[in-house]
């Protein structure tokens, strides 16, 4: 086989096993979400909320902190 499609099946099969990896954490917080809803801890409920929410800023800070640099 020529390196080059070595390389691509290599790639894409890790991409798609970073993929399934990251679904599977996204379905774990959803079900411990869901049973956290049901048992009412809200402690944990708003923890989590935060934490995704100091991600989703720290992200777009990220993005800003790029343009204004000019390295985007």
């Known amino acids: 086989m020529d390196d080059l499609i070595v390389t691509g099946a290599a790639g894409i099969l890790a991409v798609c ?6 679904f599977y954490g996204i379905a ?33 800070g990220t993005g800003l902190w790029l343009r204004r640099t000019g390295r985007i």
Do not use: K
């Open 17 to 22: 096993a970073a993929a399934a990896v990251i």
């Open 28 to 60: 774990n917080l959803l079900v411990l979400e869901l049973h956290a809803i049901h048992t009412g801890d809200t402690g944990f409920v708003l923890a989590s909320i935060a934490c995704i929410i100091l991600l989703c800023a720290a992200y777009l």
